[in-house]
């Protein structure tokens, strides 16, 4: 095949390549080319087609001498021939030569000893701005002298041959990391190359001592640090971009032996339901600059984030700097407080709960939450799942690795670790109801500024958690979910339901020591 310097030479050099754009240039470019249309708060909406989400099928490892032994092969991680690549490559390669492209070169990694500068080659305008403000962007002086380790080449006119190219349908997202090349078509949904980038970090850090973690960060005036992990949906952006506290970012983060960084320059928010009451920071980033994609819009190009007539997962991207308060170094230093998101779709799991180290490994490692509707394709309403490390579709490593990586750090800084449900309430979905936000936001706010860890807790039954019986601007009633079940024998059902799925589940981590093990729920006998 081509190496990467012959992409820069056949692509980048092109007469048909503009690199490095600025946005209102790209904005101009995607609107000339029907690719969308402005907002009436200025912001460029867009459609992604069928593909409305990820398609975790469709991604793809080079199987290849360097990473064989390193990668967890399986459903997440599938092998791809080099011979099939190097076959497809070259088909995208002479697709993408008859096209007028959009280059952005970046970061992935606001630390610069561990950033990995980024060739993103693009077939639409709109994705560049979408990579440009998602990525970290490079200062003048370091474009003068820009070297990619990785290029992206993002060709979604392009659809595959299943029967040919060996993928699995007409998308594909395939890594090679001895080529350092990566392969994204059939597929218009932008968060595919985002995704990506955090996958090839989720790689490559571990390696050199850095724990890569699928995680959003804020800091305090008092510089404490507040983690907060979780699937899409679960409230990663939500819950970070807090008025009272500094935004570090709001998905993806390594943890040096220094402190914390942000891996992104921008925010990837979900918009469904989304207001200015309950989100205005969110709401107020949605401008000039920003990327709507699959928003329903009126005739007056107003926006209608209540719509999910295109999909539950529509998104906005935008920089970080939209957000007021946001840090734009993107570092901070050791976390104080690390909060595990989950949306439980049984609606048995408490609002939020304390928990020993022993149960952190436990949870962190079994990452239990509910895949929401539109996030995946095919994904129609909420499913209980299990994804390790809050972050499995991206971990290509095994999970003992970033699991031990992070029991570590939290004992050597004494980190306090909380579990928060922020799925459903008085019973499981169709029947009990979302959370409440500001009653989610009351009970972070006193886990940050350490009020959960002086009140009284009783032990939840199954489950073993510490639950705190007050928590200020939350009813009393609310902190233990049977209490908000009318039927406390569906209750009773379901908690041991869900026990029992996080008890098969861990039996694939046979090799945890005991402790561990014994940290998750227990089935409780019924008469």
Same mark, same amino acid.
């Given at each position: 095949?081509?190496?990467?310097?012959?992409?820069?030479?056949?692509?980048?050099?092109?007469?048909?390549?503009?690199?490095?754009?600025?946005?209102?240039?790209?904005?101009?470019?995607?609107l000339a080319n029907g690719e969308g249309v402005l907002t009436d708060t200025g912001a460029f909406?867009?459609?992604?087609?069928?593909?409305?989400?990820?398609?975790?099928?469709?991604? !793809?490892?080079?199987?290849?001498?360097?990473?064989?032994?390193?990668?967890?092969?399986?459903?997440? @991680?599938?092998?791809?021939?080099?011979?099939?690549?190097?076959?497809?490559?070259?088909?995208?390669?002479?697709?993408?030569?008859?096209?007028?492209?959009?280059?952005?070169?970046?970061?992935?990694?606001?630390?610069?000893?561990?950033?990995?500068?980024?060739?993103? $080659?693009?077939?639409?305008?709109?994705?560049?701005?979408?990579?440009?403000?998602? +990525? /970290?962007?490079?200062?003048?002086?370091?474009?003068?002298?820009?070297?990619?380790?990785?290029?992206?080449?993002?060709?979604?006119?392009?659809?595959?041959?299943?029967?040919?190219?060996?993928?699995?349908?007409?998308? !594909? $997202? $395939?890594?090679? !990391?001895?080529?350092?090349?990566?392969?994204?078509?059939?597929?218009?949904?932008?968060?595919?190359?985002?995704?990506?980038?955090?996958?090839?970090l989720n790689y490559l850090l571990p390696q050199q001592g850095v724990l890569p973690m699928h995680?959003?960060? @804020?800091?305090?005036?008092?510089?404490?640090?507040?983690?907060?992990?979780?699937?899409?949906?679960?409230?990663?952006? %939500? +819950?970070?971009?807090?008025?009272?506290?500094?935004?570090?970012?709001?998905?993806?983060?390594?943890? %040096?032996?220094?402190?914390?960084?942000?891996?992104?320059?921008? /925010?990837?928010?979900?918009?469904?339901?989304?207001?200015?009451?309950?989100?205005?920071?969110?709401?107020?980033?949605?401008?000039?600059?920003?990327?709507?994609?699959?928003?329903?819009?009126?005739?007056?190009?107003?926006?209608?984030?209540?719509?999910?007539?295109?999909?539950?997962?529509?998104?906005?991207?935008?920089?970080?700097?939209?957000?007021?308060?946001?840090?734009?170094?993107?570092?901070?230093?050791?976390?104080?407080?690390?909060?595990?998101?989950?949306?439980?779709?049984?609606?048995?799991?408490?609002?939020?709960?304390?928990?020993?180290?022993?149960?952190?490994?436990?949870?962190?490692?079994?990452?239990?939450?509910?895949?929401?509707?539109?996030?995946?394709?095919?994904?129609?309403?909420?499913?209980?799942?299990?994804?390790?490390?809050?972050?499995?579709?991206?971990?290509?490593?095994?999970?003992?690795?970033?699991?031990?990586?992070?029991?570590?750090?939290?004992?050597?800084?004494?980190?306090?670790?909380?579990?928060?449900?922020?799925?459903?309430?008085?019973?499981?979905?169709?029947?009990?109801?979302?959370?409440?936000?500001?009653?989610?936001?009351?009970?972070?706010?006193?886990?940050?500024?350490?009020t959960l860890d002086n009140v009284d807790t009783i032990t939840d039954d199954v489950f073993g +958690?510490?639950?705190?019986?007050?928590?200020?601007?939350?009813?009393?009633?609310?902190?233990?979910?049977?209490?908000?079940?009318?039927?406390?024998?569906?209750?009773?059902?379901?908690?041991?339901?869900?026990?029992?799925? !996080?008890?098969?589940?861990?039996?694939?981590?046979?090799?945890?020591?005991?402790?561990?093990?014994?940290?998750?729920?227990?089935?409780?006998?019924?008469?």
């Amino acid at each position: 095949m081509s190496k990467p310097e012959d992409i820069t030479k056949i692509l980048v050099n092109s007469e048909l390549a503009q690199k490095n754009l600025p946005v209102p240039q790209l904005v101009e470019k995607a609107l000339a080319n029907g690719e969308g249309v402005l907002t009436d708060t200025g912001a460029f909406r867009t459609t992604t087609g069928k593909y409305t989400g990820r398609s975790p099928n469709d991604k !793809f490892i080079v199987d290849e001498p360097s990473v064989h032994d390193k990668i967890n092969w399986g459903p997440i @991680n599938k092998p791809f021939s080099p011979e099939k690549f190097n076959l497809l490559y070259n088909k995208v390669l002479d697709y993408l030569k008859a096209k007028e492209l959009y280059i952005f070169e970046g970061f992935g990694g606001k630390e610069k000893t561990y950033q990995l500068p980024i060739r993103v $080659i693009n077939e639409f305008a709109w994705h560049n701005l979408f990579i440009r403000q998602l +990525l /970290c962007r490079p200062t003048a002086e370091e474009l003068d002298s820009f070297e990619p380790e990785f290029t992206i080449l993002s060709a979604p006119g392009f659809k595959a041959d299943p029967e040919v190219d060996g993928t699995n349908s007409e998308a !594909f $997202i $395939i890594v090679n !990391f001895a080529e350092k090349v990566v392969l994204i078509g059939g597929t218009q949904y932008a968060g595919e190359m985002k995704k990506t980038v955090f996958s090839i970090l989720n790689y490559l850090l571990p390696q050199q001592g850095v724990l890569p973690m699928h995680c959003s960060a @804020n800091k305090g005036q008092e510089l404490d640090v507040a983690l907060f992990f979780g699937l899409s949906g679960t409230g990663k952006t %939500t +819950l970070s971009a807090d008025p009272n506290r500094y935004l570090i970012g709001d998905d993806e983060h390594g943890w %040096t032996d220094d402190g914390i960084f942000n891996f992104e320059g921008g /925010c990837y928010a979900k918009c469904i339901k989304l207001s200015r009451e309950t989100e205005p920071q969110i709401w107020d980033a949605i401008k000039f600059g920003a990327v709507l994609e699959n928003v329903v819009i009126d005739d007056n190009k107003t926006p209608d984030y209540d719509s999910s007539e295109l999909t539950e997962n529509t998104r906005a991207g935008y920089p970080v700097d939209y957000i007021p308060n946001a840090i734009l170094a993107g570092t901070g230093g050791h976390p104080n407080v690390v909060v595990f998101l989950t949306a439980d779709a049984f609606g048995v799991l408490p609002p939020v709960a304390k928990l020993t180290k022993e149960q952190a490994m436990y949870h962190f490692l079994s990452g239990y939450t509910s895949k929401l509707a539109g996030t995946e394709r095919g994904i129609t309403e909420p499913q209980a799942t299990f994804s390790t490390c809050f972050g499995a579709p991206f971990l290509p490593l095994p999970p003992v690795v970033y699991a031990k990586m992070l029991g570590e750090k939290i004992e050597k800084h004494n980190t306090s670790v909380y579990l928060v449900n922020t799925g459903w309430s008085g019973g499981p979905y169709g029947v009990g109801k979302r959370m409440n936000l500001p009653y989610t936001r009351n009970m972070v706010s006193s886990i940050i500024d350490g009020t959960l860890d002086n009140v009284d807790t009783i032990t939840d039954d199954v489950f073993g +958690l510490q639950i705190p019986i007050s928590c200020p601007g939350v009813p009393d009633e609310v902190l233990v979910p049977r209490n908000t079940w009318q039927n406390k024998d569906e209750y009773d059902q379901q908690a041991n339901d869900l026990a029992a799925r !996080f008890q098969e589940n861990f039996k694939k981590f046979s090799d945890m020591p005991d402790a561990i093990k014994q940290a998750g729920p227990k089935v409780k006998a019924t008469s």
